[in-house]
């Protein structure tokens, strides 16, 4: 079983950076797809990036792509979340996920670990 501890979050103005991480305390982590999502006040938690288990294939919502970087390093059993010009709209809890599965998914229900959460609050 893995546990996923996150960190890296915080309060930011509007155009900063913020560099997410999250550590897995298993010995397989390098088995797992992972993935980041997040969940705003009053929305249902969505997808914002996702990292195949060896790392070629990565993916990103749309309303990320070009601001988000996600990457991992399997020797140190953990995975970032870069995230440059945020937004005030970006503001969420943060979490990451492990998927123990065959192929890579972007499905939240798909995977099998959760982290407990970072909050990310971006200023105006």
């Known amino acids: 079983q893995e546990q996923l501890v996150e960190s890296g979050g915080g309060l930011v103005q509007a155009g900063g950076s913020l560099r997410l991480s999250c550590a897995a305390s298993g010995r397989t982590f390098s088995n797992y797809h992972m993935g980041w999502f997040r969940q705003a006040p009053g929305k249902e938690r969505g997808f914002v990036a996702g990292i195949s288990r060896g790392g070629a294939y990565t993916d990103y919502a749309d309303s990320v792509k070009g601001r988000f970087t996600i990457s991992r390093d399997n020797a140190k059993n953990t995975v970032y979340l870069q995230m440059n010009s945020l937004k005030p709209e970006d503001t969420a809890v943060y979490y990451c996920?492990?998927?123990?599965?065959?192929?890579?998914?972007?499905?939240?229900?798909?995977?099998?670990?959760w982290g407990q959460g970072t909050q990310v609050t971006v200023s105006s």
């Open positions: 996920a492990a998927r123990r599965g065959s192929y890579y998914s972007a499905r939240g229900y798909e995977y099998d670990y």
